[in-house]
């Protein structure tokens, strides 16, 4: 069991991943702008879970899973930037341009990842995952059909979100460095491409030939 | 049956691409920056493949399939870059910087593609594809267990491709845009990393909840 911040947790996707995390068993609290935003998506999931300001659930978690659409990122970490101390900070934000999100535009910094180290210093435990995963599929208890990329240059931060994703019900695979969380978050354009040309309904990626890796729940 | 010429053919991936074709019915010729080292290579792949230097094939092909490592891209480009007339060019270059092979280090253009692009100008039918197919899976009659993404701002020269690979008995998928080409040479940096930590012969990716996509041959 792990304490748990979701930072934006408002939103498709925060909601979606504290509604996992609590369903699992984990100690979960929703954060917000408002705290009053928080209480009323806090309540709409299931009992017991918390709520606050982001500020307030990222600052006594183990955990703070970032959650914010892209505009929101820099803001968002220098909200919590003060507070998150020695927890390991998971940063899902993909860089989407709208209104062409099927492009792959990636900032010149690399990655919102290089971004998100920019804003939070070298001394936070950054970690990056869950770009390739939608939201609407995440929110329902059926099988995400989806590996979780996990990236990170702190191989035991890395190690502890691969493990808390998997106890999710998604396998979680290491993708290497925090530099290469580009790849996931260049990724998120295509599977919107896909979506449209293929007609499906929330595509995503299985990697294939791996044979030590986290089994598929 | 179509007429494509390997620029970079006596290399791992493009002799596999060439057995590939030639076993499907496809007029094969291996080019190289010597005729000598085209011709060795295409008398150890199947009977009735061509050979020349890059120049030469490169400019008797409906497709033009490049196949080099990239330090060799732009003097490559700059081979064919007269010749290709409307044929189009199939670009499989990924931007690895050896040592670092395991981390995602794109180019300032954004991606190989882009740099192919400003090479061969605007009037260039040019495609991105293989990117993320190891070559040693290909060289094997055996099923190869990863999509293939083909990008183009070119629809009909993109169409075209997915269709000559999945007459390889590969399924292609359209991936966007040129500049998409961006996701999966990063992607190709995850393989190598998987490949490392998962003790995978190969690891490749597949995509997931598409409706009507190619099937998987």
Redesign the interface.
């Known amino acids: 069991m792990s304490k748990v911040a979701i930072v934006g947790g408002t939103g498709a996707l925060g909601s979606a991943i504290a509604k996992r995390l609590a369903n699992t068993g984990h100690d979960v609290a929703i954060g917000s702008r408002s705290a009053e935003s928080a209480e009323r998506a806090a309540r709409e999931l299931s009992d017991g879970v918390r709520f606050g300001t982001n500020a307030r659930v990222a600052g006594e978690a183990e955990f703070v899973i970032v959650t914010v659409p892209y505009t929101a990122h820099a803001a968002t970490l220098g909200e919590i930037k003060d507070v998150v101390g020695s927890a390991i900070v998971v940063d899902t934000t993909v860089p989407l341009v709208p209104p062409k999100v099927?492009?792959?535009?990636?900032p010149a910094a690399?990655s919102a990842a290089m971004e998100a180290r920019q804003h939070l210093g070298s001394d936070a435990r950054l970690v990056t995952a869950f770009h390739n995963v939608a939201a609407h599929r995440l929110a329902h208890d059926e099988r995400v059909?989806?590996d979780v990329?996990v990236f990170s240059d702190d191989l035991a931060a890395r190690g502890d979100v691969v493990t808390l994703i998997q106890s999710m019900g998604m396998r979680a695979?290491?993708?290497?460095?925090l530099?290469?969380s580009?790849?996931a978050e260049?990724?998120t354009?295509?599977?919107i491409?896909?979506n449209k040309?293929?007609?499906?309904?929330?595509?995503?990626?299985?990697?294939?030939?791996?044979?030590?890796?986290p089994p598929i729940p």
């Open positions: 099927m492009r792959v535009q990636l690399g059909d989806c990329l695979l290491a993708g290497g460095a530099v290469n580009a790849a260049a990724l354009s295509l599977l491409f896909m040309s293929y007609a499906a309904d929330g595509a995503g990626i299985r990697f294939t030939g791996l044979t030590t890796a």
